[in-house]
């Protein structure tokens, strides 16, 4: 996987470009201000030593005052309107023919539902976006239990994922690449661990992925992998997670039917090698402490077949 971005100063479609100009007029504006602010003080300070009093006559105190008042009022009243303006592009791309994805919050990890009309076309992943680029996308976001925020600072601004309500984003990417999302609202212990990426790919890549994300998980095809399915099913595993085309299918965990596709664990925690799985399974509390995933107590050798069973979900 190329270079991460993670910058609302390098963007990659049209909304983060509309955000960013914003960002660059405010910071030139305050650059002026600044730099007209310090040259009026040192004016003030020259021309009080050369005349010989500090206070200058009523009159032009009181024309400085105005003039920089008016200046004040025309900068802010220029900054709102940009402001708005901004708000308004952002908020009016044509979202028809738009991929509908459904994002949900988790204390601490993101699921990741794609639309289809037919049920059982729906793709659902965790904590890592598959999406075409020069296509509208529209996401609607949910909270499980508290409140999150998605944030991919190259792509789009922040949009709160609230309990009990559904809000959407629209967006269109026009770079592929890597773009990496964080939370952005203060949840809980593991705020911190709760990003996740955007792959953003042309379509037919896209569609690709989407068709092999439908299937269901390959079978084990050794011992050792057969006895790690067996230990998921049969163990808590299956408790908490669904992996299509086994006994596992519960959905308070993140989807694992291709969980080898994803380039982190633990909502990118770590990167998703065998020895970070292993670790992951022996006791997700020591690398990401307070993750709702408890230790399971599995012996070394039911981790080491979960681990290799897992990493034949791909
Ligand atoms: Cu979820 Cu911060």
Redesign the pocket.
């Known amino acids: 996987m190329g270079s991460i971005i993670q910058s609302a100063l390098h963007p990659a479609g049209i909304q983060a470009a509309r955000i960013s100009s914003l960002w660059w007029l405010m910071f030139w504006t305050s650059v002026a201000v600044y730099v007209a602010v310090l040259a009026a003080v040192a004016f003030a300070i020259t021309r009080g030593r050369r005349t010989g009093h500090a206070v200058p006559l009523e009159r032009s105190t009181t024309r400085s005052v105005s003039l920089a008042t008016a200046l004040s009022i025309v900068v802010l009243v220029t900054l709102l309107f940009a402001s708005v303006g901004t708000g308004r592009a952002v908020g009016s791309l044509p979202t028809d023919n738009a991929l509908g994805v459904e994002v949900t919050?988790?204390?601490?990890w993101w699921s990741v539902q794609y639309d289809n009309p037919v049920p059982a076309l729906r793709v659902t992943t965790a904590n890592e976006l598959h999406l075409p680029v020069g296509r509208p996308i529209v996401i609607t976001l949910r909270a499980f239990d508290?409140?999150?925020?998605f944030w991919v600072p190259s792509l789009h601004g922040k949009v709160d994922?609230v309990p009990g309500r559904q809000n959407k984003m629209a967006l269109q990417i026009d770079k592929p690449g890597v773009y990496r999302g964080?939370?952005?609202?203060?949840?809980?212990l593991?705020?911190?661990h709760?990003a996740f990426s955007i792959i953003a790919e042309s379509s037919d890549a896209f569609e690709q992925w989407l068709a092999a994300q439908r299937t269901e998980a390959p079978k084990p095809s050794t011992p050792e992998q057969t006895r790690g399915l067996d230990v998921v099913e049969r163990g808590p595993c299956a408790m908490c997670h669904t992996i299509r085309g086994t006994f596992a299918g519960a959905r308070f965990g993140p989807d694992l039917t291709h969980v080898a596709t994803r380039s982190t664990i633990g909502a990118g925690t770590v990167s998703n090698t065998p020895e970070h799985l292993a670790a992951w399974i022996r006791n997700p509390q020591h690398l990401k402490p307070g993750t709702r995933m408890p230790p399971l107590g599995l012996s070394q050798e039911e981790v080491q077949s979960v681990t290799a069973y897992l990493q034949t979900l791909r």
């Not at 919050?105 to 601490?108: E, H, M, R, V």
């Not at 508290?146 to 925020?149: D, L, R």
């Not at 964080?182 to 809980?188: I, K, L």
């Open positions: 919050g988790y204390q601490w508290v409140i999150h925020s994922l964080q939370c952005a609202e203060y949840c809980g593991q705020h911190a709760m």
